[in-house]
C-alpha cells in the first residue's frame, strides 16, 4: 500500500490520489516493477485496500466525497496498473479488496 503513515480517517500527507495520477511517483513504481519483472515468478498484487470503507486514505471521503473520489481511485488504480504493465511486469495479477458492506452507505 502507498501510505506514508498508518492513521486511520485522515489524508495521506504524502501518497494522495492526486500525486499518484499527477505521475509523481512513476519512478518509484517503474522500479518496483522492474523489480516484479525480474523476479519472474507470478504475482498478486492490490492498491487501495477496502476502498468502499472510510477508513483509508484513499477512499471517497478524502479524495473529494463520493462524486468525485470513486472516480479519481479508479483513475489512479489504472495508471499504477499502466505504470506496471508499461515495464512489462505482466507476470502481476490485480486484485482488488472491497470491504464486506459499504461505510458510510
Do not use: C
Not at 499518484?20 to 515468478?41: C, M
Request: charged share 20%; net charge neutral; hydrophobic share 35%.
Amino acid at each position: 500500500m502507498m501510505r506514508s503513515q498508518r492513521q486511520p480517517l485522515v489524508t495521506d500527507p504524502t501518497f494522495t490520489l492526486d500525486r499518484i495520477l499527477a505521475g509523481e511517483f512513476d519512478g518509484d513504481l517503474s522500479a518496483w516493477a522492474d523489480a516484479a519483472r525480474s523476479f519472474g515468478t507470478p504475482l498478486v498484487v492490490e492498491y487501495g485496500t477496502e476502498v468502499n470503507g472510510d477508513w483509508n486514505p484513499w477512499s471517497a471521503p478524502y479524495n473529494g466525497g463520493l462524486d468525485v473520489g470513486p472516480r479519481k481511485f479508479k483513475a489512479a488504480y489504472r495508471h499504477i496498473v499502466g505504470v506496471m504493465r508499461g515495464r512489462g511486469a505482466t507476470n502481476i495479477t490485480w486484485a482488488l479488496h472491497y470491504n464486506g458492506e459499504n461505510y458510510p452507505r
